[in-house]
């Protein structure tokens, strides 16, 4: 499977980028001579990775028969002080709300995505360590 995008300068440090027939624009911040009116490409890695994780845990979970949750993830990245700067550690936090969540499911749903279905999770942890942490009705698990 082939994955093309395109991205076309706007002016400043702006950009249109084209993906999957979806338009948006990447930007950098003013401190840099952007506008912020768009996200910054480095920062796509860590949406990308969080929505190719959550998708998988979700399919996961549904083909579990587990469907009644509120789930989301938040990502946090640090950096190397030293250009170029790349991610070091990243932490996904996997957070999960519903009643009688059955835990040991929604901890196999993350560990099979990320050892075996992510392929953004394979590929930034070649480069970064990423740490999970599973958080369910507001208790890690």
Not at 13 to 21: Q, S, V
Not at 34 to 45: A, D, I, S, V
Not at 62 to 91: C, G, L, Q, R
């Amino acid at each position: 499977m082939k994955c093309v995008t395109k991205i076309k300068w706007l002016d400043e440090m702006a950009f249109d980028a084209e993906l999957d027939d979806h338009h948006f624009t990447l930007d950098a911040s003013p401190q840099v001579g952007g506008q912020n009116r768009g996200p910054r490409p480095k920062g796509l890695l860590l949406s990308g990775l969080a929505g190719c994780t959550g998708m998988d845990v979700v399919s996961i979970l549904k083909k579990m028969k587990i469907d009644n949750f509120e789930f989301e993830i938040d990502v946090e990245a640090e950096s190397t002080e030293e250009h170029p700067k790349v991610y070091k550690t990243i932490i996904l936090n996997y957070i999960f709300k519903g009643e009688n969540l059955p835990i040991a499911k929604v901890k196999r749903a993350v560990e099979l995505s990320e050892t075996r279905y992510c392929g953004a999770s394979a590929m930034l942890g070649k480069a970064a360590k990423i740490v999970s942490k599973i958080i369910v009705n507001g208790e890690e698990k």
